[in-house]
């Protein structure tokens, strides 16, 4: 398969600053659901305009260093620790069309990116060393952008959610309980391993792979109570072996047998009346780190597994989703509660309140209608449900 490589603006490329984002955006984001949305030429000419101006200097991290050759295991977000006080503001820093916001200029390792300073502004560019000398380097125009499985780096580290986009799954309707079940296990065994036998009964829709799903709970909104959708403790993975088929007994009544699937991975343990779902495709296209266009206020519904309180690199699960403006790649700020205090300055001890404090950063990797699933960046305290998440 041919590798296309897009061109960049020949100014440099259009380095994304937030207020082209939101001043060239912000006509069309309500359509955001949508895959291509329209782009008039008066936003994209404002959006380059604001773009190559690049961001305040007074927004580079302290250390900012002048380049750095991009390494196998590199991150936009370790990148833009680098170079930014404030990673997720990445798009800011490096160009990207406005074509491709959530999608955008892919970086690869052995590239060096190279930060250029100008009136009191910083942009970001590719560069390649020319001589045995690290401060000569030539800037080139172009920068492939490419799938994953290309070889491009990704926003976070795909270890952290990897597993979950297919495990962390919230279904619009509790549509689990019409779903194919596991009826009989082999050898009536209680519960099944990996290469084990499970007979199933359902609709299978001619899909060959599903997952197993168990127990799903309804995810009810924190302030509201109003169920969200339903959450299902994933349980692994199975392949189709062979049909069901109706056929007559001995007795010459009719009888159901059963499909045949064999347990491919696990989770947990597999067992009688665990459900299955067909394995979707899996997306590991790159999106970039970026703020909500709009304003977002919302709580966090669930911590996803057992624990009680969630820490860094951890997933939770919120109550806004798709319709309300969330998407693959937004950054969110988390904030932790004012306590109730006493003033006892002035003599009387009066009861206040105090203000709620930022602690720490949510990375959104996958949104359904109602709900989004998030990654704990970095967080000071103990995240619980009920906390409370805005824009950055």
């Given at each position: 398969?041919?590798r296309?490589?897009?061109?960049?603006?020949?100014?440099?490329?259009?380095?994304?600053?937030?207020?082209?984002?939101?001043?060239a955006?912000?006509?069309?984001?309500?359509?955001?659901?949508?895959?291509?949305?329209?782009?008039?030429?008066?936003q994209?000419a404002?959006?380059?305009?604001?773009?190559?101006?690049?961001?305040p200097?007074?927004?580079?991290?302290?250390?900012?260093?002048q380049?750095?050759?991009?390494?196998?295991g590199?991150?936009?977000?370790?990148?833009?620790?680098?170079?930014?006080?404030?990673?997720?503001?990445?798009?800011?820093?490096?160009?990207?069309n406005?074509?491709?916001?959530?999608?955008?200029?892919?970086?690869y390792?052995?590239?060096?990116?190279?930060?250029?300073?100008?009136?009191?502004?910083?942009?970001?560019?590719?560069?390649?060393?020319?001589t045995?000398?690290?401060q000569?380097?030539?800037?080139?125009?172009?920068?492939?952008?490419?799938?994953?499985?290309n070889?491009?780096?990704a926003?976070i580290p795909?270890?952290?959610?990897?597993?979950?986009?297919?495990?962390?799954?919230?279904?619009?309707?509790?549509?689990?309980?019409?779903?194919?079940?596991?009826?009989?296990t082999?050898?009536?065994?209680?519960?099944?391993?990996?290469?084990?036998?499970?007979?199933?009964?359902?609709?299978?829709?001619?899909a060959?792979?599903?997952?197993l799903f168990?127990?799903?709970?309804?995810?009810?909104?924190?302030?509201?109570?109003e169920?969200?959708?339903?959450?299902?403790?994933?349980?692994?993975?199975?392949?189709?072996v062979?049909?069901g088929?109706?056929?007559?007994?001995?007795?010459?009544?009719?009888?159901?047998?059963?499909?045949?699937?064999?347990?491919?991975?696990?989770?947990?343990?597999?067992?009688?009346?665990?459900r299955?779902?067909?394995?979707?495709?899996?997306?590991?296209?790159a999106?970039?780190?970026?703020?909500?266009?709009?304003?977002?206020?919302g709580?966090?519904?669930?911590?996803?597994?057992?624990?009680?309180?969630?820490?860094?690199?951890?997933i939770?699960?919120?109550?806004?989703?798709?319709?309300?403006?969330?998407?693959?790649?937004?950054?969110l700020?988390l904030?932790?509660?004012?306590?109730a205090d006493?003033?006892?300055?002035?003599?009387?001890?009066?009861?206040?309140?105090?203000?709620?404090?930022?602690?720490?950063?949510?990375?959104?990797?996958?949104?359904?209608?109602r709900?989004?699933?998030?990654l704990?960046?970095?967080v000071?305290?103990?995240?619980?449900p009920?906390?409370?998440?805005?824009?950055?």
């Open positions: 398969m041919s296309s490589r897009p061109k960049m603006n020949t100014r440099w490329g259009a380095l994304a600053a937030r207020a082209a984002v939101v001043a955006a912000s006509a069309v984001l309500p359509a955001l659901a949508a895959p291509n949305y329209p782009v008039t030429p008066d994209r404002t959006a380059h305009q604001v773009a190559q101006a690049g961001v200097l007074a927004e580079l991290a302290p250390d900012a260093p380049t750095h050759t991009v390494r196998p590199d991150t936009l977000w370790d990148i833009s620790k680098l170079f930014l006080k404030s990673p997720w503001r990445w798009p800011e820093l490096w160009g990207m406005l074509e491709q916001i959530r999608n955008p200029h892919l970086i390792p052995g590239q060096l990116l190279v930060l250029v300073k100008r009136d009191g502004r910083a942009m970001l560019q590719v560069g390649q060393s020319l045995a000398d690290p000569t380097v030539r800037l080139s125009p172009r920068v492939r952008a490419e799938l994953l499985e070889g491009a780096i926003s795909l270890h952290l959610i990897g597993p979950f986009l297919n495990e962390a799954v919230v279904f619009d309707s509790n549509e689990l309980e019409l779903a194919p079940r596991i009826v009989a082999q050898e009536g065994r209680v519960l099944l391993s990996r290469g084990e036998t499970a007979y199933v009964l359902g609709d299978l829709g001619g060959r792979e599903f997952r168990r127990e799903a709970q309804p995810l009810r909104d924190p302030e509201t109570r169920i969200l959708g339903y959450e299902a403790r994933y349980v692994g993975t199975a392949e189709y062979r049909p088929e109706e056929r007559f007994g001995a007795d010459g009544k009719p009888v159901t047998v059963p499909a045949t699937f064999v347990v491919s991975t696990i989770r947990l343990e597999v067992g009688v009346g665990d299955l779902s067909p394995v979707p495709q899996r997306e590991l296209t999106y970039a780190p970026h703020a909500p266009a709009a304003p977002i206020d709580r966090i519904v669930s911590l996803y597994g057992d624990a009680l309180s969630a820490g860094q690199n951890q939770v699960a919120l109550n806004k989703g798709r319709r309300d403006g969330l998407e693959r790649g937004h950054v700020a904030w932790r509660a004012g306590r006493f003033d006892t300055t002035s003599g009387k001890k009066k009861p206040i309140q105090l203000p709620d404090e930022r602690h720490g950063l949510l990375f959104v990797f996958s949104a359904f209608e709900v989004s699933y998030a704990i960046i970095n000071k305290d103990p995240v619980h009920g906390d409370r998440f805005t824009a950055p």
